[in-house]
């Protein structure tokens, strides 16, 4: 036998040598990343490159600074469970609240509506005339200001953010537009009042392509997801909001979702709430994030809506709301523990700040007008209310620009706006408790399922031989 040959036997032999431990070890860790890939957002070679440096300590699976803003998960949580949540969801019962005006019914600008919704639970029951407050009824005010006010500036940079809103707010409601949102949420007839408490969001049957092409245009042509490296926030925000959004909608249909339609049983799908949320902590992460920006604009709007006329005819509901309001303005634990929920005046500092915040815009603009598109009238219905009220946030937080000739800044909204910017954050209010709430026990009945599974003949016998294919 020759020297080549002899060492090509050594070679071997030694290789022979390493295989059976290093196949174990890969079995071992593949094992365990079956059982626990979901556990954490932390990768399993690689460290959280997002994680905050100065995390709390605390027993929740989130911990430390929410990404980009200026509170921590558990400041937000107790926040949420012991005020904020019991706050809003007082508010939104209220007559003022609870009466959303929407154009139910309008063509879609980007493709031929398919209407693909199987459940009744799908439509939506409009208020008789009789019904929602008197005041309502009445026409917008035109608050008397010129007419260069209520156009938008995007044409004029800015080279930074203004946090503060003049403390003479409230001038009445106004028909005016938001540079954020798409022109068909003015006052006219063909629009109509609906009760929200009537028409909970919850599961309609709305699935299949025409449900999926709504949130792929969203993604694919309007919100992109950001590049692992990017760095700049401007380029980030819109689709954690977008992401944050989709996922309390996904948390709030997993919630109350249709169980047994044969005997009409409704109750929580946790497997739908694990699969579309839990499982994907950069989702949970998003939602938290969407909360506090808009948590944010409600109080940069504090002068304004504890000015506004929550005028409904009706005395002692309207003197409860203005009472609600205040309290979740000057709540002293909200002052103390998360003072400025998220700090807008960071953002557009740069040379093309002004040209990204009008690219922005736009692509927020057609999101919102792709809820035209959206076939099921409740999911329109709500997919309406929310975008309005995240257009509503983005233009407390960033184009509160509508200029007089001192160059003071205004703001003014529509009533329909503050209405849909605080059933928002109600909404965000409810996925971040269900989260708080269910998410730990969900996660770890899920992930032992997933355990017990991954532990059968057949999945132990496909991880062996994806251990070998590496030699």
Same mark, same amino acid.
């Not at 707010?169 to 028909?175: C, D, I, L, N």
């Not at 990017?230 to 689709?239: F, G, M, N, Q, S």
């Not at 499982?279 to 909360?291: E, S």
């Not at 269910?438 to 496909?462: F, H, Y």
């Given at each position: 036998?020759?020297?080549?040959?002899?060492?090509?036997?050594?070679?071997?032999? =030694?290789?022979?040598?390493?295989?059976?431990?290093?196949?174990?070890?890969?079995?071992?860790?593949? +094992?365990?990343?079956?059982?626990?890939?979901?556990?954490?957002?932390?990768?399993?070679?690689?460290?959280?490159?997002?994680?905050?440096?100065?995390?709390?300590?605390?027993?929740?699976?989130?911990?430390?600074?929410?990404?980009?803003?200026?509170?921590?998960?558990?400041?937000?949580?107790?926040?949420?469970?012991?005020?904020?949540? $019991?706050?809003?969801?007082?508010?939104?019962?209220? $007559?003022?609240?609870?009466?959303?005006?929407?154009?139910?019914?309008?063509?879609? $600008?980007?493709?031929?509506?398919?209407?693909?919704?199987?459940?009744?639970?799908?439509?939506?029951?409009?208020?008789?005339?009789?019904?929602?407050?008197?005041?309502?009824?009445?026409?917008?005010?035109?608050?008397? /200001?010129?007419?260069?006010?209520?156009?938008?500036?995007?044409?004029?940079?800015?080279?930074?953010?203004?946090?503060?809103?003049?403390?003479?707010?409230?001038?009445?409601?106004?028909?005016?537009?938001?540079?954020?949102?798409?022109?068909?949420?003015?006052?006219?007839?063909?629009?109509?009042?609906?009760?929200?408490?009537?028409?909970?969001?919850?599961?309609?049957?709305y699935t299949g392509p025409s449900?999926?092409?709504?949130?792929?245009?969203?993604?694919?042509?309007?919100?992109? =997801?950001?590049?692992?490296?990017?760095?700049? $926030?401007? =380029?980030?925000?819109?689709?954690?909001?977008?992401?944050?959004?989709?996922?309390?909608?996904?948390?709030?249909?997993?919630?109350?979702?249709?169980?047994?339609?044969?005997?009409?049983?409704?109750?929580?799908?946790?497997?739908?709430?694990?699969?579309?949320? /839990?499982?994907?902590?950069?989702?949970?992460?998003?939602?938290?994030?969407?909360?506090?920006?808009?948590?944010?604009?409600?109080?940069? +709007?504090?002068?304004?809506? &504890?000015? +506004? &006329?929550?005028?409904?005819?009706?005395?002692?509901?309207?003197?409860?709301?203005?009472?609600l309001i205040k309290q979740l /303005?000057?709540?002293? =634990?909200?002052?103390?523990?998360?003072?400025?929920?998220?700090?807008?005046?960071?953002?557009?500092?740069?040379?093309?700040?002004?040209?990204?915040?009008?690219?922005?815009?736009?692509?927020?603009?057609?999101?919102?007008?792709?809820?035209?598109?959206?076939?099921?009238?409740?999911?329109?219905?709500?997919?309406?209310?929310?975008?309005?009220?995240?257009?509503?946030?983005?233009?407390?937080?960033?184009?509160?620009?509508?200029?007089?000739?001192?160059?003071?800044?205004? /703001?003014?909204?529509?009533?329909?706006?503050?209405?849909?910017?605080?059933?928002?954050?109600?909404?965000?209010?409810?996925?971040?408790?269900?989260?708080?709430?269910?998410?730990?026990?969900?996660?770890?009945?899920?992930?032992?399922?997933?355990?017990?599974?991954?532990?059968?003949?057949?999945?132990?016998?496909?991880?062996?031989?994806?251990?070998?294919?590496?030699?």
């Open positions: 036998m020759g020297k080549g040959a002899i060492k090509e036997e050594e070679s071997e032999r =030694k290789r022979q040598k390493w295989r059976w431990p290093l196949a174990a070890l890969v079995v071992v860790l593949l +094992a365990v990343a079956v059982s626990s890939r979901t556990a954490s957002n932390v990768g399993f070679f690689f460290t959280d490159r997002n994680s905050c440096s100065c995390s709390l300590q605390g027993s929740g699976k989130y911990k430390g600074m929410v990404e980009d803003c200026c509170c921590d998960y558990e400041t937000v949580d107790n926040l949420n469970s012991e005020v904020l949540n $019991p706050l809003l969801q007082d508010l939104v019962t209220t $007559p003022f609240f609870r009466y959303f005006k929407v154009k139910l019914w309008c063509d879609c $600008p980007f493709w031929p509506d398919d209407g693909m919704c199987r459940l009744r639970d799908c439509s939506v029951c409009e208020c008789p005339e009789n019904e929602f407050p008197e005041p309502f009824k009445r026409p917008y005010n035109i608050a008397g /200001l010129p007419s260069d006010n209520l156009i938008c500036q995007e044409g004029k940079p800015q080279a930074a953010v203004d946090r503060t809103i003049d403390n003479i707010a409230f001038r009445g409601w106004v028909e005016t537009n938001n540079p954020w949102t798409h022109e068909d949420d003015t006052d006219n007839g063909e629009m109509t009042y609906v009760n929200l408490q009537l028409n909970p969001e919850r599961y309609t049957g449900a999926r092409r709504i949130w792929d245009s969203i993604y694919s042509e309007n919100c992109p =997801k950001y590049s692992s490296g990017e760095t700049c $926030p401007e =380029k980030k925000v819109l689709y954690k909001l977008i992401s944050g959004l989709h996922s309390s909608i996904s948390m709030h249909i997993a919630g109350d979702y249709l169980l047994d339609e044969s005997r009409n049983q409704w109750g929580q799908n946790i497997e739908l709430m694990y699969d579309r949320i /839990l499982r994907h902590p950069d989702r949970v992460r998003n939602m938290y994030f969407t909360y506090l920006f808009v948590l944010r604009a409600v109080t940069k +709007a504090t002068a304004y809506l &504890e000015q +506004a &006329e929550y005028d409904t005819g009706n005395h002692a509901e309207d003197l409860k709301t203005q009472s /303005l000057y709540s002293p =634990k909200l002052q103390t523990a998360c003072p400025v929920p998220f700090d807008e005046a960071k953002l557009w500092q740069g040379q093309g700040g002004p040209e990204l915040k009008q690219q922005i815009q736009k692509q927020f603009r057609n999101i919102s007008a792709l809820m035209d598109c959206v076939g099921c009238e409740k999911c329109r219905l709500w997919g309406k209310l929310q975008v309005q009220g995240l257009g509503t946030a983005l233009k407390i937080l960033f184009s509160v620009g509508n200029q007089d000739k001192e160059g003071d800044q205004t /703001l003014q909204l529509q009533r329909n706006e503050v209405i849909a910017l605080v059933n928002l954050l109600n909404r965000l209010s409810e996925s971040v408790k269900m989260v708080h709430d269910m998410g730990p026990d969900v996660e770890r009945l899920m992930e032992d399922q997933i355990a017990k599974t991954s532990a059968k003949p057949g999945r132990l016998r496909r991880v062996l031989d994806l251990a070998f294919s590496f030699w």
